[in-house]
């Protein structure tokens, strides 16, 4: 059953956006669904083994949370997030990319300041086409970004606001993408570390999928020459991922008295109440037996993302399977690989191939 669509509550009346009411917008949510679920297949079809990796990133989208890649270079790390925005039809002035180095100047990811403002003793900067007016973004190497980037980055991520001449502005930005060679292991790195709840390695396919990747490597250069891109089909655009993401923070929102007396949300109605404590045994024995460390916030936002998955996939309730994005909250490779591990057989599952 499609909880979102067939689930009423009390309250449903009085969750509302500007759009209308969740109960208003169910059925296009379902319809958004289906898009993007054949969206996530569509584009499986185009890169070799890395469904998974797309699959991340998807849910990444609906959840508006940023999802960071790691991998050493020719891993697809850029070509995973090239196709997925290239397939939403993102007008240029809703995305920005940028590689980072040591070098990059502010200026080159938030625009260069306007001179003749400066003239009147306003500190502005020019922001059109830069990273404070999209909508989507990646950045490459983004653990290089210099101190003065990096508190930019951290203001935008977590407040989703950016400061012109001392004051804050909001920003558009929904969906952010970021690619590294390697997670460095720096104390002042750890805050932005922390903004990725998911992380995942981009490994080479060429040992088990060797003529597969010739095969699919031709086919792309020859596309490429042909100035074919079969993977912008039309089929999911961003405002069906930012209808997805309303659905999801509206359901959020309501409670009501259940039939027993107690108090029915969220948590109560998608999140079975065997899964959930398997949920927290699991945190709890990552904390504990391979120090992992989750904050609180990272907590929290890892349920929406569990949420995103069950929605996606079945259009309802969290289960056992979808607890294995637990093996995308390491801080590092190594913490990744051992939660590669770990985490299923924890949870007594074979972690599925892509």
């Known amino acids: 059953?499609?909880?979102?669509?067939?689930?009423?509550?009390?309250?449903?009346?009085?969750?509302?956006?500007?759009?209308?009411?969740?109960?208003?917008?169910?059925?296009?949510?379902?319809?958004?669904?289906?898009?993007?679920?054949?969206?996530?297949?569509?584009l499986g079809r185009h890169l070799v083994n890395k469904q998974e990796l797309i699959d991340l990133l998807i849910l990444g989208a609906i959840a508006q949370e940023p999802v960071l890649l790691v991998g050493p270079p020719g891993t697809a790390k850029s070509d995973l997030v090239l196709k997925l925005v290239e397939g939403l039809g993102l007008a240029q002035e809703d995305y920005f990319e940028y590689m980072l180095t040591r070098f990059t100047e502010p200026s080159e990811i938030l625009g260069p300041l306007d001179l003749a403002q400066m003239k009147d003793g306003r500190y502005l900067r020019r922001t059109e086409g830069k990273l404070p007016t999209a909508k989507v973004a990646f950045l490459d190497e983004i653990f290089k970004s210099s101190s003065a980037i990096l508190n930019v980055l951290l203001t935008i991520l977590n407040e989703r606001k950016y400061y012109q001449d001392g004051r804050p502005e909001p920003v558009p930005l929904k969906l952010l993408f970021a690619a590294t060679n390697e997670?460095?292991?720096?104390?002042?790195?750890?805050?932005?570390?922390?903004?990725?709840?998911?992380?995942?390695?981009?490994?080479?396919?060429?040992?088990?999928?060797?003529?597969?990747?010739?095969?699919?490597?031709?086919?792309?250069e020859s596309l490429k020459f042909r100035k074919l891109a079969p993977w912008k089909e039309g089929i999911c655009s961003l405002a069906d991922l930012e209808l997805a993401h309303q659905g999801l923070v509206l359901r959020f929102a309501e409670e009501s008295i259940s039939h027993d007396g107690g108090i029915s949300n969220d948590r109560t109605r998608f999140f079975p109440a065997p899964v959930f404590a398997e949920f927290r045994r699991l945190v709890e024995t990552l904390s504990r037996e391979h120090r992992l460390y989750i904050s609180d916030r990272k907590l929290v936002k890892v349920y929406k993302l569990l949420r995103a998955r069950a929605w996606l996939l079945r259009g309802g309730e969290v289960n056992v399977e979808d607890l294995l994005l637990l093996c995308h909250l390491g801080e590092n490779l190594r913490e990744l690989r051992l939660l590669e591990e770990m985490v299923p057989q924890y949870l007594r599952l074979n972690r599925p191939t892509s």
């Open 1 to 42: 059953m499609n909880h979102w669509q067939d689930t009423k509550t009390q309250t449903e009346s009085h969750v509302t956006t500007p759009q209308g009411t969740l109960a208003q917008i169910s059925g296009e949510l379902e319809t958004a669904r289906q898009k993007i679920d054949r969206f996530r297949l569509s």
């Open 183 to 220: 997670i460095p292991e720096h104390t002042e790195l750890s805050a932005l570390r922390d903004r990725f709840c998911l992380k995942a390695e981009s490994k080479s396919v060429r040992h088990d999928h060797f003529d597969e990747l010739i095969d699919s490597g031709l086919r792309n």
